[in-house]
Structures are given as structure tokens and as C-alpha cells.
T-cell receptor
Framework: DVKVTQSSRYLVKRTGEKVFLECVQD?????MFWYRQDPGLGLRLIYF???????EKGDIPEGYSVSREKKERFSLILESASTNQTSMYLC??????????????FGNGTRLTVT | GQQLNQSPQSMFIQEGEDVSMNCTSS?????WLWYKQDPGEGPVLLIA?????ELTSNGRLTAQFGITRKDSFLNISASIPSDVGIYFC????????????FGAGTRLTVKP
């Protein structure tokens, strides 16, 4: 079974702090993703990466950056946290299967509160 | 980007009843996925569909990839209390393998 592990389940940070959310997957997947989930809005893609050191902006990249130094690890960085970044953050991974990518496999999420 | 239209938003049903939910999109998809999310957890994949018209079952769950490639439904038969949770549809846009769109979810409550 694919395992996607997010380092923290709950985080509370202050406005202006730099925040790191870490995600590790153990299935050698090429693709990794960061989403945020807010009530009524569904999942929105922040950034994704299809290879080491590669990154692509998703739908809502503003206020975030990412790092993919190793294939198994994808980090989401909030340079200066703001209260509107309070949310559930979900990491996911997938691999290339033929002409398609496999389904996304999600971690358990990190619920971030910015006060 | 445009998210999927998922309905209903919520359902309150009696144990043993059947459930149906669906998703529609204005875009053509090459993949439809259905996930379930329990409180405080990440979404877990239930069913993956890759061909128009495909009908796939996973236990009491059945899902179909619409012929038009713009819709999908999920049915749950003979619901039980552990079916409670939020069900999400997701679709992969045919023109972009990394463009995954999500529905806002259907919150299912099952009364014993």
C-alpha cells in the first residue's frame, strides 16, 4: 500500500511566522502535490512537482512556495503565515501508469491554524 | 480553475437505504475517481474509472464513468453506519494529465 506521511496532524502558528509542512511518500512516485481544503470550496491545488527539483504552480500558489530536493519528500512553505492560510493541508502523490497518471494517494492532512 | 459540480451537498439516510451521488463538469475527463474522507483524515480512494461507460464495483459501492466523459455517479447500496463521511469526486482533464479537479463533497449521515 502507498503510504503518504505528513509530519504534523495539527499546527498552530502566529501571523508572520515561517511555516514548513513536510510530506514523505514511500512508493517512489514521480508526482507530488499540495492541496488545501476549505469548507464549501473542495480541494484546491497549491503546487505540484513531477520530478526532483521541479515545481509547477497550481490554482492558488500565492503566499506559498515548495521544495523538492529528494524524490520522496515534498515540502510546503509559508514564508509569512497569515490568518487566511488557516486550513487543512493535504499532500498527495501519484505515478505515471502508461499514458495516464495513477490516482492520487493522500496523506492524513495537516490542520494549520494561524492566529 | 473550474471545480466539479457535485450533488447533493449532504444526505441524511436510514441504515439499509441506498445512496446515489453524482458529479458533472463542463470539461471532458479521461479519469474519474471517487474518494471517501473520514473526519480528521485524508481522502481514501474508493473507485477509479478510466473509460467512458465503464461501470465498476467495490463491494457495496458502484460507480460509472459517463458516456459523455463529463459526469460520473457513485451508488452505495444497503448503507451501514460506517459509511458516514464525506465523499468526493475527482476528474482528470483530458488535455492535461496533471490537472485534477474535485467536487466539493457529499456529506453522508447514516442513522442506525
Amino acid at each position: 500500500d502507498v503510504k503518504v506521511t505528513q509530519s504534523s496532524r495539527y499546527l498552530v502558528k502566529r501571523t508572520g511566522e515561517k511555516v514548513f509542512l513536510e510530506c514523505v511518500q514511500d512508493m517512489d512516485h514521480e508526482n507530488m502535490f499540495w492541496y488545501r481544503q476549505d469548507p464549501g470550496l473542495g480541494l484546491r491545488l497549491i503546487y505540484f512537482s513531477y520530478d526532483v527539483k521541479m515545481k509547477e504552480k497550481g490554482d492558488i500558489p500565492e503566499g506559498y512556495s515548495v521544495s523538492r530536493e529528494k524524490k520522496e519528500r515534498f515540502s510546503l512553505i509559508l514564508e509569512s503565515a497569515s490568518t487566511n492560510q488557516t486550513s487543512m493541508y493535504l499532500c498527495a502523490s501519484s505515478t505515471q501508469t502508461g499514458v495516464n497518471n495513477s490516482p492520487l494517494h493522500f496523506g492524513n492532512g495537516t490542520r494549520l491554524t494561524v492566529t | 480553475g473550474q471545480q466539479l459540480n457535485q450533488s447533493p451537498q449532504s444526505m441524511f439516510i436510514q441504515e439499509g437505504e441506498d445512496v446515489s451521488m453524482n458529479c458533472t463538469s463542463s470539461s471532458i475527463f479521461n479519469t474519474w475517481l471517487w474518494y471517501k474522507q473520514d473526519p480528521g483524515e485524508g481522502p481514501v480512494l474508493l473507485i477509479a474509472l478510466y473509460k467512458a461507460g465503464e461501470l465498476t464495483s467495490n463491494g457495496r459501492l458502484t460507480a460509472q464513468f459517463g458516456i459523455t466523459r463529463k459526469d460520473s455517479f457513485l451508488n452505495i447500496s444497503a448503507s451501514i453506519p460506517s459509511d458516514v463521511g464525506i465523499y468526493f469526486c475527482a476528474g482528470r482533464v483530458i488535455s492535461n494529465n496533471n490537472d485534477m479537479r474535485f467536487g466539493a463533497g457529499t456529506r453522508l449521515t447514516v442513522k442506525p
